[in-house]
């Protein structure tokens, strides 16, 4: 009982046990499974079930107890998941029957997977290491001897892996291909801004995605592709209504606050961006990444104070990372508390020797220190390292 109580502080804590929102539920339950609390993940997620009787609910409570190796009770979850929508849980029975390494079951709730409106890319069950242990299997290779997909698809697969490692002039090449035969297909048009965003052409990959909107408003490939293609043209107001979108629809990603946090910074609403952070640090309250944004948004927005606790508490978690020593020291170096700051540089340039930019600025704050022989030695170094800019300190202080 004791454990129980403990267990509802903690998620009373969060701020999400009375949460309105089915996605707040699963946002959570994701957070938990993938930071491997799965006991909490269930608790949250069971009560989530208890306002929302949506399929979602029953997916990711499989997904906690598989982690827990739970699979008769995640196997009940993802068939309550078919009952509430159809083939939803199909996938994941699949992955059960993959992992016990029974082939003919797996690959019957895989082929009912693809036939559904909830059917993975043939990328992504390939490289689905639950399929591992039945791969090697005649009725594996039996099963990818029928075409699973559509030309349309196949190309489309390639295309992305092409432009995801840079290959663009390969991705031209196979959008040809497609094109000569599909041109009017989505996929088409798809393929078609994946390339220009791929070759830089931003705005014409803008021009296709916002078309295929038109007719498709809620698609979430298309949203998050035309959000990477706004702010890589420069357009974050853009990007942020496009993460927005994605947001409002519902869907438990915890990332997309992160990146519309990104927009808003860079638009200078500053206040949302701190709110949207905030909101991923309550899921993910030990994030390296998430707490040094946090702490260099704060500091942005004019509140040294609250930077310095992010960068602090940053370095709490994670002692020997010589980058939240950096960005603590910077924090310091702003305020013109210069101890604490050549302390921090100090410390990161224990662990991480080579950062001419921490050299730099901790020669910086020692000739505030009015310690220049020591300044001069690490502009030096910061010199023999490439930084250029400590030329100007070199000249000025250290030329006698």
Same mark, same amino acid.
């Given at each position: 009982?004791?454990?129980?109580?403990?267990?509802?502080?903690?998620?009373?804590?969060?701020?999400?046990?009375?949460?309105?929102?089915?996605?707040?539920?699963?946002?959570?339950?994701?957070?938990?499974?993938?930071?491997?609390?799965?006991?909490?993940?269930?608790?949250?997620?069971?009560?989530?079930?208890?306002?929302?009787?949506?399929?979602?609910?029953?997916?990711?409570?499989?997904?906690?107890?598989?982690?827990?190796?739970?699979?008769?009770?995640?196997?009940?979850?993802?068939?309550?998941?078919?009952? *509430? /929508?159809?083939?939803?849980?199909?996938?994941?029975?699949?992955?059960?029957?993959?992992?016990?390494?029974?082939?003919?079951?797996?690959?019957?709730?895989?082929?009912?997977?693809?036939?559904?409106?909830?059917?993975?890319?043939?990328?992504?069950?390939?490289?689905?290491?639950?399929?591992?242990?039945?791969?090697?299997?005649?009725? =594996?290779?039996?099963? =990818?001897?029928?075409?699973?997909?559509?030309?349309?698809?196949?190309?489309?697969?390639?295309?992305?892996?092409? +432009?995801? &490692?840079?290959?663009?002039?390969?991705?031209?090449?196979?959008?040809?291909?497609?094109?000569?035969?599909?041109?009017?297909?989505?996929?088409?048009?798809?393929?078609?801004?994946?390339?220009?965003?791929?070759?830089?052409?931003?705005?014409?990959?803008?021009?296709?995605?916002?078309?295929?909107?038109?007719?498709?408003? $809620?698609?979430?490939?298309?949203?998050?592709?035309?959000?990477?293609?706004?702010?890589?043209?420069?357009?974050?107001?853009?990007?942020?209504?496009?993460?927005?979108? *994605?947001?409002?629809?519902?869907?438990?990603?915890?990332?997309?606050?992160?990146?519309?946090?990104?927009?808003?910074?860079?638009?200078?609403?500053?206040?949302?961006?701190?709110?949207? &952070?905030?909101?991923?640090?309550?899921?993910?309250?030990?994030?390296?990444?998430?707490?040094?944004?946090?702490?260099?948004?704060?500091?942005?927005?004019?509140?040294?104070?609250?930077?310095?606790?992010?960068?602090? $508490?940053?370095?709490?978690?994670?002692?020997?990372?010589?980058?939240?020593?950096?960005? $603590?020291?910077?924090?310091?170096?702003?305020?013109?508390? =210069?101890?604490? +700051?050549?302390?921090?540089?100090?410390? /990161?340039?224990?662990?991480?020797?080579?950062?001419?930019?921490? =050299? *730099?600025?901790?020669?910086?704050?020692?000739?505030?220190?009015?310690?220049?022989?020591?300044?001069?030695?690490?502009?030096?170094?910061?010199?023999? *390292?490439?930084?250029?800019?400590?030329?100007?300190?070199?000249?000025?202080?250290?030329?006698?």
């Amino acid at each position: 009982m004791k454990k129980f109580l403990v267990l509802l502080n903690s998620l009373a804590f969060a701020g999400l046990i009375f949460a309105q929102q089915p996605v707040d539920y699963l946002l959570k339950g994701k957070a938990f499974i993938e930071t491997g609390k799965s006991v909490e993940a269930i608790t949250i997620l069971s009560e989530g079930l208890l306002k929302n009787q949506d399929y979602r609910f029953y997916i990711e409570r499989a997904e906690a107890y598989m982690a827990g190796g739970d699979y008769k009770s995640a196997t009940n979850d993802y068939k309550s998941a078919n009952t *509430l /929508a159809s083939s939803s849980g199909e996938y994941g029975l699949a992955r059960i029957y993959a992992l016990k390494s029974d082939a003919i079951n797996a690959l019957s709730h895989l082929e009912n997977s693809i036939n559904s409106a909830y059917k993975k890319s043939e990328k992504v069950i390939m490289l689905d290491a639950a399929f591992s242990l039945i791969e090697n299997t005649p009725d =594996w290779r039996q099963f =990818w001897k029928k075409e699973r997909y559509s030309t349309p698809e196949n190309k489309v697969s390639e295309i992305e892996y092409y +432009a995801s &490692i840079g290959k663009t002039e390969d991705a031209a090449t196979v959008l040809n291909e497609l094109a000569a035969d599909y041109s009017e297909d989505p996929n088409t048009q798809y393929a078609k801004a994946l390339v220009n965003l791929s070759q830089g052409k931003n705005i014409e990959c803008t021009a296709i995605l916002t078309k295929l909107l038109d007719s498709d408003k $809620r698609n979430e490939t298309y949203l998050r592709l035309l959000a990477k293609a706004q702010s890589a043209s420069g357009n974050p107001s853009g990007a942020s209504q496009s993460y927005s979108d *994605l947001i409002d629809m519902g869907l438990a990603d915890a990332n997309l606050f992160i990146l519309r946090a990104d927009c808003y910074s860079k638009t200078g609403e500053i206040d949302k961006a701190i709110q949207d &952070i905030t909101k991923y640090l309550d899921l993910y309250p030990e994030d390296k990444a998430a707490l040094s944004f946090a702490g260099r948004i704060e500091a942005r927005s004019g509140d040294n104070l609250k930077a310095l606790d992010y960068f602090s $508490r940053n370095l709490k978690i994670h002692p020997n990372d010589p980058e939240c020593f950096i960005d $603590r020291g910077n924090a310091y170096f702003v305020s013109k508390t =210069w101890d604490s +700051a050549i302390s921090d540089y100090s410390m /990161a340039l224990d662990i991480q020797p080579a950062n001419s930019d921490s =050299w *730099l600025n901790k020669g910086i704050a020692l000739l505030n220190k009015g310690k220049t022989e020591d300044a001069c030695h690490d502009f030096r170094t910061a010199m023999a *390292l490439g930084n250029k800019k400590s030329a100007i300190y070199i000249n000025k202080f250290c030329i006698k």
